[in-house]
């Protein structure tokens, strides 16, 4: 089966940190860009970080640079995202998609779409005290 799947979600404090984890199986995630974005109920859901297929390439929302970082695992088939100093309005729900990316950082807009893209199902992380 063709996937993307979501861990390493929950609860932190303020400040804390998290690692998410995108894992595929079926396909080679090294083959696609690969964008984490993230949804609060109600709102429209925000990019927050991309890696290109051909690192060392990366571009990130402003609410995210210099706080999260998008890293690779070949090996492991899987992207990630270290997130530091998290703050409460970092709670949401967390989505990867390999081959698509979109956000705004540093008054640009970065958009890439692939034909073929796969939709995590999304995780929960609750920045609280």
């Known amino acids: 089966q063709l996937q993307v799947v979501e861990s390493g979600g929950g609860l932190a404090q303020p400040g804390g940190s998290l690692r998410l984890a995108c894992s595929a199986s079926?396909?080679?995630?090294?083959?696609?860009?690969v964008g984490w974005f993230r949804q609060v109920p109600g709102k429209r859901r925000e990019g927050v970080a991309c890696?290109?297929?051909?690192?060392?390439?990366?571009w990130y929302s402003d609410s995210a640079k210099g706080r999260f970082t998008i890293s690779r695992d070949d090996a492991a088939n899987a992207v990630y995202l270290e997130m530091n100093d998290l703050r409460p309005d970092d709670t949401a729900n967390y989505f990867c998609?390999?081959?698509?990316?979109?956000?705004?950082?540093?008054?640009?807009?970065?958009?890439?779409?692939?034909?073929?893209?796969?939709w995590g199902q999304g995780i929960q992380v609750t920045v609280s005290s």
């Open positions: 890696i290109a297929r051909n690192e060392p390439t990366k």
């Open positions: 079926g396909f080679t995630l090294r083959d696609y860009p």
């Open positions: 998609a390999a081959g698509r990316c979109d956000l705004y950082g540093g008054g640009f807009h970065y958009e890439q779409q692939y034909h073929t893209r796969f």
